[in-house]
């Protein structure tokens, strides 16, 4: 049983490690559509990391979050997002505020600090894992990086997406997950959030014949 | 000393036997997943007897530096592999250096490599040299702490040593984190290092995009079949590198025929994998643009700091 557990999380700490490994993916490619690819396949990833954490800690409302994070944010979302991109013109690269080497070199800091600010939590409770509570604190800094680094709405978008993320697998791994009302409006926030943010796009690309959210900023009444 | 004598011959002559089969089999992956039927596997031999045959061409305002390196390449190239575990844990040439040889060993081919391409003097060449320089030097620091953090958690430098730890799960640190940020670096090295598609393609003679088709353009018969068996080569150290290290389920750690036996068949089985991967890859994605590799490598030197860094951190 020791030995079990034992494996389990160290798989757990594997998929965290997957997790990161495709933030860093989503922060260096600059082409939209691929982003939405990588973030499908992070959610496919975090399916995975729940479906451990509830088969390990016995607790059935993490399969019913797991199951969401499944058909929301691997189907739903993507396809949502894929729409939104059809309809923009900006298909190609993407306008970043920062390079991709600094801004890959950025996340690295992120990460470490992100390490080191777990660090002395770790020791104080009962956790699943070592590391996965500083992955998901990476993941959240990662996403916020993600949307302040890029200047288009969808990829600032696809940067929230990401920090939810990080928010799920830090509420799964820390705490075995939020009670299960919580999780289902955490749920239907994070779709209607992208079905707005999806709309909005849309106007703005109307508005502005482009999605660059800097021209918000010389609006005057 | 015979037995040593005998198993370096043995794994000498695997490598040289399993790199053009590796080399088609990408081919042949690519071929089928673009509906074409493609090249038998055994196309890459019949290629190399072939060149072997031809005469020569050896353009008068070359140095003797032209005709050296094919021998240089291949020479350096097939010693790193010898310091790479195949399909026994412990290599009979694991006396003679530890990895950071064999990253270096790899590192003199590429150079005599691109002072060849430089050496013939036509403009194809020179460019070929000059986009292989910034690939091999952002592929290095990549590489080096990618191993490094392998070689921490393992306490050895030493591959073979590293790969019988591994393999007989004796005190290793086990959190894979390290070991994952350390494979992602190394794997995209490798597909640097060995000019596959997204930062070199190597079915094409397009100028615009060639780098090590360009170097070794001027050659020609059995120095060409050298260059190319070496290339073969060089795949098929770092997919050992990466199976072996990553991976070394099956693996020979002790010298009795049924565990040799079960260790070569693990090691065409996992190699052949990586290489059907590779040829995914190449179907998968379109080569960068030649500005846009930092960025592929940028995040493989990323990756392998933050291996090395977990190391630490979690080690604390």
Redesign the interface.
Known sequence: MQGLSSIGS?LI??C???L??TC??IV?Q?RLSACVDLFALQSAVLFVTAALVAYLTKSHHIYIAAGLTGVIKVIVIPRVLKKVIDHLNVKRELVMHVN??TG??I??GL??LA??IA?PIIPLGPLLT??SL??ALAIVLIGLFTMIARQQAVSQLVGFLVLENGLFLGATAATYGMPLVVELGVFFDVLIATLIAGIYTNRLQDAFNSVDTDQLTILKE | MLLTIALIAAQTTVLLAVSPFLVGLIRKVKARLQLRRGASLIQPYADLIKLFRKQPVISTTTSWIFTATPYIVFASILTAGLLVPTFISQTPMNFAGNIIVLVYLLALGTFFLMLAGLDAGSAFGGMGSSREAIVASLTEPAMILAIFAIALTNGSTNVSTIVHKTALMEDIV????PH??AL?ALFIVALAETGRVPVDNPATHLELTMIHEAMVLEYSGRYLALLEWAAGLKLAVFLSLIANVFAPWGIATTITPAAIGIGLLAYVVKTAALAAFIGVIECMFAKLRLF?V???L??AF??A??GL??FY??R?
């Open positions: 160290q700490d594997l965290s490690a997957l990161l490994l860093f993916a260096a600059r991709v080497p890959l070199l996340c690295g990460v470490m390490f080191f660090q070592r590391d500083a992955i | 086990t959190d894979p984190s994952l940020m992602a846009r930092t960025d592929l940028g995040v990323i990756l700091l933050l860094l977990f951190t979690l604390s």
